[in-house]
């Protein structure tokens, strides 16, 4: 997948005349952490969209041509004060269907970005945060393998979940980062108790983005602070978990042991929760996750490589690449995910 992002926060111009002014922002678009460009043209839309309503207020097409790093786009619009409206920027082709399950199925998709409100009133410059919408949510940042683990087939899921079965579903997310699988998750299971949880500096995002999740009937979100390199806070280590989700943190090999560490502190008061891993290899190093969790005494009963959707034909050089899903137990329950 490849990301439309911005890299200067959308600002406002008025021209002397305060009948119309113009939107502009640098965006570029790359790989999901920023390592290779588009390189191949694509007619990019700035569309200016009005909060109440949806109704556009003022559109303009762009050309990404093979070669770039950035481009400034910019968007005319009458009376600037009228309506909080946002900047939707996306691919001309597409029909911004930017839904975790089309994202991770859809070829050649190149996610779109939004930009926050912007209010416009009596203001000479706006300025206002780099953000992602998807489906209600407003997202910071997307990564393939969150996308990819945001799209798990949750009936299949809630099946899977044994312990669960008769009662209410326990989720925790380690690591939730702006939330996109908690969130997600928590959309489409009924009767959940989704606790997202990352280190203090991602509170904000997952808060604002909690703000805007519509949970699905029955079911609570919320966040705790918990850092795997400290005790776990008597409010968790007390609960019993169904499922412990981790997308895209196996990255760095010395937070390894301690993340580890945290599931099984986890899994020994929740013996039969499972432990739903989503993982875009970035380096061999990242392996040790492996030895680590299987010497706490982890079985892995299951493991599915998820094809990203290929990139071939906007010349990307990562094509080939899968995101992997893996279950992990401590004890062989002989269920397998349809994921
Ligand atoms: C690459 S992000 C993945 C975010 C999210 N799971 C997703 O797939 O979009 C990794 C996350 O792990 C969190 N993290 C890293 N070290 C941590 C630690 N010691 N304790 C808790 N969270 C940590 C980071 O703050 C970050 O949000």
Redesign the pocket.
Known sequence: MRYIRFLKYPRCSYPRKQDSSTITALITITSDLGESFCSKDVTIAANLVRDKDGESMGYKVHQWRAGMRNLLVDVNVGDITAYPMKLHIAAKYQNGDDSCEYLSNAGNYIVSAWSETLCLLGKSTIECMVERRDAGLILM???D??IT?GAIDVASLRETLATAKQRRLNCI?????????GLGLAQALPNCDMLL???P??MDVVKRNMLSARPAPNTTINFEV????KDLPTTISSKEFDLIL????T??PS?MP??VCVLATLARRSPGAMVLL?QKVRHSSEAIFFEHIAESGFIQNDHVAIPLPSDEELGFSDDSENVDIYIFQTRNSGDSLRI
């Open positions: 940042s997307f990564l393998a969150g683990a997310e380690l690591g939730t980062g702006c939330g996109i699988v949880t990352d280190l500096e991602a918990l850092d795997w390199g981790v997308a895209d943190c990255y760095n937070s301690s993340l989503a």
